[in-house]
Every structure is written in C-alpha cells, then in structure tokens.
C-alpha cells in the first residue's frame, strides 16, 4: 500500500530479499520501526517478508519510503498484495532471486575442490612430509575462493558497517582478508627465493569454505519450512463452479468470488471457500476444523469451511467468506506467524559476534600499534607488527565457529534419521532438549486411525443375538460409504446378507430402512432420544463403553410411527497404537509432562488418556484453540511439544516450541513441524528429546571449544608468542577437534526397541 491507501487499511506484507542471519532482521526491524506511522513490524527470516501494522486513525506509511528505507539498509523490498498468487517466500520470481552461476550448493563443492590442495600439505606435516604447492599455484586457487565464492562476505559485511553493527560476515571478511594480503605480499617479495616463507592462503580459503556450508545448510533448513505454507495453500483449488441466475454453472478462478455467489461442490471435490449449504446433504471430512477422525453429515442451512472434502452428495454454497477471510486462509496466518521464530542458538552467536568483531580489531590494532611503535619496552619492528597482527586476525576467524553448529547438526540429525527421525531445523534440535510437556493429538498419533467394531450388546427380551444384530446393522450400512459403516461389514464377512430397501440416511442422525420387512433406525444417542426410544437398560452399558472412548450406535425398530423399541448398540473405537503407552512411560521417565489435546468427545478423549497415564486432556478444541492451548503451557513458562499428523494440527505444531509430526500423516503436518517420526511410532517421541539433547549438548561443547581457542590464541598472537603459522594450524586443530567431537554423536542408539507403525 503506498500514501493512496484507504485509511481503514491496517497493515501490508513487504518481501525482503537478502537477509542472512538474525542480525539482519533486527536490522530491517529497527528500519522498519523508525519510519512515519509504522507501530509493528515483524520480520520473518524463514518467509523472508516483513509485516507492517499501523494504527487506523494515524498516518498510513508510504511503501516506497518503506523500500527505499530498507534498500539504503543493505536489502531488497518490494509490495505483496494481500490478493496476489505470489506466496511469501517464494522464490520462483526472478527478479527477486536471480539465477545464480552456480547453486548454492554447487558454490560450495567448488570451494571445497578449490581449497583441498591447498589444505592437504597442513594435514600433511604432522605426519613429517614436507611439501607445499608453489606460490603461484596457491594464490590461483585460492584468489576465486577470496573474491568471487566469499564476496558475499564482503557485501555483507560493508552493509553491517555502514548500519554500525558487526556480524560473522564482516569477521570472516577481515580475517580472510588479512590472510590472503600478507600471503600476497610474502610472495611478491620473496617469490625469487629458493627457499619462500610460508603463506597462509589455506587458511582464507578454508574458512570462506567452511562458512559457507554452514550457511548453505542454514539455507536449506529454511526453505523447506516454506513447505508448510504451499501446501496449506495447495488445500485450495485455483476455481471454482458458479451457479448462475439462469442455473447454468461456469468455472470461476477463486480470487473472483465474491460474498453471495452460488457455488457447486461435486462429491469428491474440495470446497472452495466458506459458505452455508443452500441445496443438498453429503458427509463432508472437517478434520481441518473439528480434528475428528470421521465425515460428518451435513444439510441445507449448515456451515461448510474451505479445504473440507463432500463426499457423496452434490451441494449448492452460498459464499459467506472470501480470500484472507476464510477459515484455511486463517490457519495460513497461524502457521506464518508460528514460523516466524528465530533459532536461540544462531540468535546468541550473532550477538556474540557483534562484540566480537570489534573487539577483535581493536587487539589487533592495539598489537600493530604496539609492536610498531615498541610500547612497553617492545622492539619497534613493523614487519613483525604486522606479523603479530595478522596473527590475531588469523587465530580470530571463526572457523570452528562457523562449523561448530554445522558439525552438530549433520552427525546428530544423520544418526536420528538412521533411526526414523527426521530433524528439520536447528530450532527444533536446540528446544527439544528442553521440553517439559508433551501434548498429542489422538486419531493417527495415538491410535491407530482406523474405526471397528468393538463391542456389541444385544437389548435383553428382543428375541435376537449378536449375529441378527450385526446382520441387521450390516443391511442398514450397506449403502454408505461413512468409515463406520465400512467398520461394520468387514465385521460382518462371512454372515449371510439381509437386504434392505427404502435406504434413506438422515444427516446427522444415521440411517434408516425396511430390513426383511421390518423398519430399522440406526443412529446416534440424541436421534433415540427425540424418537422416544427406551435406552435405560442398555444406558449404563454405553456409558462404560463411552468411558472407554468409544462411540457407541443404537439400532431400533420402529413398527410405526409412534412405536419404537431398541434392539441393541455397537460401539466403535480406534485401537491405540501398539508403543503408546510405552510412550508415555518413557516420557515420564525423561521428567516430561503429556497432555491428550483432540477434537474428538470428551469421553473419548478421557478414556484414552486413562489408559495410557496421560496426565491432562483438553477436548472438542479447534485448531486455533490448540494452537491457545500450546500458548497456555508457555505462558506458564513450559517448553512444548506438540505431536500430531493432520492438517487440523498445523497450527498447534507451528506453534508449539518444537513440532513433532507422523510421517503416516498430512504432508502439511509434517512441514510445520521441527521433527518428523518415520516409523510413526509415539516411543520415537522421548528418543528425539534424548537424541536432541545430546546434540545439544555436543554442540555447546563445541562452540566452547572455538571460542576456547580464541580466548587461548588472541593474548598469545598479540604478545607475539603465536606466529600465523601456528595460529593457521590452530585453527585447523579447532576444526578437527569440532568434527571429532561432533562424531561421537553417530554412535547414537534408540534406549527401547521400536513396535512397528500402521
């Protein structure tokens, strides 16, 4: 929106290009917040956008200003339209992401290819060879890796200057520079001599290549939590079928729907958009709402959502929701704003590298000056001051902190996925060692997701047994494809048939028709109650069965109109996984908490977690109140995990500290999440928080151990007791001592033996 938008217009989405670490966004949020009107501005690394809030009553921003106020910052922007296709985050533009030369990833194989022959004599020499290239061939190798593959360095690094701030790129961007300029004037001087002094070209080319698989993996974990919003997007068709004044239909593209439109939904198809049923009755699935495992029936007068798929019956809408306003457009918003959080670990290194890179120059220079002009009883030398210089330039490159994160990561998420967890995002990894409170879904997560037949009773004084009752169920069921019915017949394999006729289902009841010249009802406890039938003998019976968390069917006759009787109840329910209970136990053991959050009936809910130790449940909740209810437990101060498999789960998995999805459930539940299970067992729940906090924990080592080498090597190179020699093999010491470390992690193992998924 620029300074012509309505007044009423709140905020705008901005997409920003460029940003690299957590210092940039601070950076553009600042940027942001100092412009005319602006009263919030939350910028998202993961979508790379930014959102603008501002009053209604106050001074609407110009978005050019905006811009331009963000380019003068060192970053791109430009407008998202709130209607437009164009998804935040997306990177198939190509003016906001121009085809490199090369993939990020091919940038970095070709620093590697570059920098190895340059690296190998220092792995050499411990070993007593005594080789290196020639001066020439090191400054050829390692001139593209300085100034073509590291120029990122140097852009991002001049941009953190010029806002007054540091970053690691402007300390790799020193420190290689440093590096590679006193090699380069070495070699000028002394490249006639038989015997030329050593340079430290490996030591510039192997940071820069370093870094950049750090960043390179950092990208990678971003762009796949883009992921979740495409397929959440996915969810809607791009048209949709208009009804006409004159009845005739006619394929809409969605953005031009408008409140009150007629629209067709087909069985099979999704709805489009929210609307109210005008004709027809179908099951529609709602998972995306209600969580519940089972289509509901639905008529004329009732409410239907967005991304809910009809069934079997052919339904006339009324639109009552377009565009940003819909329910699925909602859930979008929930899971961007879940996304937007920003990795602690990744957050404290940034903020250590602010004050390290200053500190860092100014020793340096301190020892230039020093040395040069012998302060302290020193011996003015200026060759050696700047020897003594570069030194502490060279030992402060962060190459083992540029790896330390990186090393972690690879080993830690290779292992758990040798074992069926698939670790997204550093986030994730970092949280998981601190969860105190597991919450679960049920259907899919819990159980196994699939309704049978559990129980039947037959009511005392019918004159029937259990077979006549499910042979008289299985005829009423016959012509439904609801996953109860089908729960019936394949219980009843094997029985001879009963064939029904006048079959006429009634939504949200159940079902009736003339089995073997007899009417019989079957349905819900609330369709006996306002036919009048007797449940009292059978009452305390579905209770227990409820209790259980099941859900219980009743089947009557009915001879007339004013007569009924009840001949009995099914009750159906969803077995529990095989490892469920073992689950629970084994999170208990680990000292965290679990919580049983579904859509499902109370009772339902309650059974469940009775017979798995669950310590809370929270029941009938839509997805926008799981989401609340994951916030509840952190604003107590809880760190939360979030385990489910549905599109209705989405947003509580974004929104929980660390999201844990089924691989056996919806691809949007799995982009949302931090952690993917595999095998989809709920024991692969406690293994990821003991495996995380492992990785954890050796990843802190080793950003204790790179720093340990700076705190160790700056005094040394500054008091001249560390040449750039020793300080190019401390830095190679820093890293294999990282990696080493880093490798114990594969001898990871899970502490119980795994029950197969579904």
Request: net charge neutral; with cysteine.
């Amino acid at each position: 929106m620029n300074a012509a938008t309505p007044s009423h217009a709140l905020s705008c989405t901005l997409a920003i290009d460029g940003m690299s670490c957590a210092s940039c966004v601070r950076r553009v949020e600042k940027t942001l917040l100092k412009q005319a009107g602006v009263t919030l501005a939350e910028v998202n690394l993961a979508t790379e956008s930014a959102r603008i809030e501002w009053r209604a009553d106050g001074p609407v921003p110009d978005t050019e200003q905006l811009s331009a106020a963000i380019r003068k910052a060192g970053f791109d922007a430009h407008v998202l339209q709130e209607d437009s296709n164009e998804d935040v985050g997306d990177n198939s533009d190509p003016n906001r992401h121009p085809t490199p030369w090369l993939s990020e990833g091919q940038q970095v194989a070709l620093a590697a290819l570059l920098s190895l022959p340059l690296l190998l004599p220092m792995l050499a020499a411990p070993w007593g060879v005594d080789w290196m290239l020639p001066g020439g061939w090191q400054l050829l190798l390692a001139t593209p890796v300085q100034f073509v593959l590291g120029a990122r360095f140097y852009r991002a690094g001049w941009h953190a200057l010029r806002a007054g701030s540091g970053n690691m790129d402007l300390l790799v961007a020193i420190g290689t520079s440093a590096a590679f300029g006193l090699s380069l004037g070495l070699w000028l001087s002394n490249h006639h001599d038989s015997h030329p002094p050593h340079l430290y070209f490996e030591s510039a080319a192997v940071v820069i290549t370093l870094v950049r698989l750090g960043k390179w993996l950092e990208a990678r974990a971003k762009h796949r939590t883009l992921a979740a919003i495409t397929a959440l997007r996915a969810l809607s068709p791009d048209v949709a079928q208009v009804l006409g004044p004159d009845g005739q239909e006619s394929t809409v593209a969605l953005r031009q729907l408008r409140v009150g439109n007629r629209v067709v939904v087909r069985p099979g198809e999704r709805v489009p958009v929210d609307g109210v049923i005008l004709e027809g009755r179908s099951h529609l699935d709602e998972s995306l709402l209600s969580g519940e495992s089972l289509p509901v029936a639905r008529q004329e007068g009732d409410a239907v959502t967005g991304g809910a798929v009809n069934g079997e019956g052919r339904l006339v809408l009324r639109v009552r929701a377009v565009g940003t306003e819909t329910t699925l457009a909602r859930i979008i918003r929930l899971v961007e704003s879940a996304q937007a959080k920003k990795a602690p670990i990744q957050h404290r290194v940034d903020a250590i590298s602010a004050v390290f890179v200053p500190v860092v120059i100014v020793l340096a220079l301190l020892t230039l000056l020093a040395w040069g002009l012998g302060w302290g009883g020193l011996h003015a030398d200026w060759t050696q001051a700047l020897l003594n210089a570069v030194a502490v330039l060279v030992i402060a490159c962060p190459c083992a902190l540029g790896l330390a994160t990186p090393a972690a990561m690879m080993v830690g998420t290779g292992a758990a996925a040798r074992h069926g967890i698939l670790i997204k995002d550093a986030q994730a990894l970092e949280l998981a060692r601190r969860i105190d409170w597991v919450v679960f879904d049920k259907t899919g997560t819990l159980t196994l997701g699939q309704p049978s037949l559990e129980a039947m009773d037959v009511q005392p004084g019918s004159g029937l047994d259990a077979a006549q009752l499910l042979r008289m169920a299985s005829a009423l069921q016959r012509g439904s494809e609801h996953p109860l019915a089908r729960a019936v017949l394949k219980a009843t394999q094997g029985l001879a048939e009963l064939s029904a006729e006048q079959w006429h289902a009634v939504p949200g009841r159940g079902i009736e028709a003339q089995v073997a010249g007899q009417a019989l009802k079957m349905g819900s406890q609330r369709w006996m109650t306002e036919l009048g039938v007797d449940l009292s003998a059978l009452h305390p019976r579905a209770t227990d069965l409820q209790a259980q968390g099941l859900t219980v069917a009743w089947l009557c006759a009915a001879p007339t109109a004013a007569t009924t009787h009840l001949l009995g109840l099914l009750a159906f329910g969803d077995q529990l996984k095989p490892g469920a209970k073992a689950a629970v136990a084994q999170l208990h053991a680990l000292g965290v908490k679990t919580m049983l959050l579904s859509g499902d009936h109370l009772s339902a809910v309650q059974g469940i977690a009775a017979q798995l130790g669950i310590d809370a449940v929270r029941a009938e909740v839509l997805p926008a109140d799981k989401a609340e209810a994951i916030r509840a437990l952190q604003a107590q101060g809880h760190i939360v995990a979030m385990v489910g498999d549905g599109l209705n789960d989405a947003p509580a998995l974004a929104a929980a500290d660390v999201g844990i999805a089924m691989a056996s459930g919806t691809d949007v539940a799995m982009h949302s999440a931090g952690i993917t299970l595999v095998r989809s067992d709920p024991s692969s729940v406690a293994d990821a928080i003991e495996l995380s906090r492992r990785t954890t924990r050796t990843l802190h080592q080793n950003l204790f151990w790179a720093f340990l080498y700076n705190v160790i090597g700056i005094p040394l190179a500054a008091m001249g007791l560390l040449n750039p020699v020793i300080a190019g093999a401390a830095m190679a010491a820093s890293s294999v001592s990282v990696i080493g470390n880093a490798l114990r992690l594969a001898r990871w193992r899970p502490a119980l033996k795994h029950t197969p998924g579904p």
